[in-house]
């Protein structure tokens, strides 16, 4: 069974304003859903691009020259479901890692090659 609902090609910007006036430009069109300082949204055809700012608990890891804001994030239905499921293959996940955030709890993990992939359980 499937554990996620959407999946999203997302960018974490610490210069919020400045990425998203980019790709307005770039892609013409304005951001739906739009969360100024926080959440933009951009529907593309075949997926979503969406653009967010990072907590500042977490800024230095989007703004280091080692590490890209570009992550796969997958819209799952239950955190723990998916926590359960991938401690199978990977390591496990420690509860202090979830990120409470006003949109929802999420964590972030990290492929073998080092991509960051966000797991999003919405409110």
Not at 45 to 62: K, Q, R, Y
Not at 84 to 94: E, H, L, S, T, V
Not at 99 to 116: C, K, T, V, W
Request: with cysteine.
């Amino acid at each position: 069974m499937v554990f996620y609902k959407k999946a999203f090609l997302t960018i974490g910007a610490v210069h919020f304003a400045e990425v998203v006036a980019f790709y307005q430009s770039l892609l013409e069109q304005e951001p739906l859903p739009y969360s100024p300082g926080r959440y933009a949204q951009f529907q593309l055809p075949g997926m979503v691009l969406a653009i967010f700012s990072p907590h500042p608990d977490h800024a230095w890891e989007f703004s280091a020259p080692e590490r890209s804001g570009l992550s796969l994030c997958l819209e799952i239905a239950d955190l723990a479901t998916a926590i359960a499921k991938i401690a199978q293959f990977y390591a496990p996940i420690k509860e202090q890692t979830i990120i409470y955030a006003s949109h929802g709890r999420e964590i972030y993990l990290y492929d073998p090659a080092g991509n960051r992939i966000i797991l999003h359980e919405s409110c």
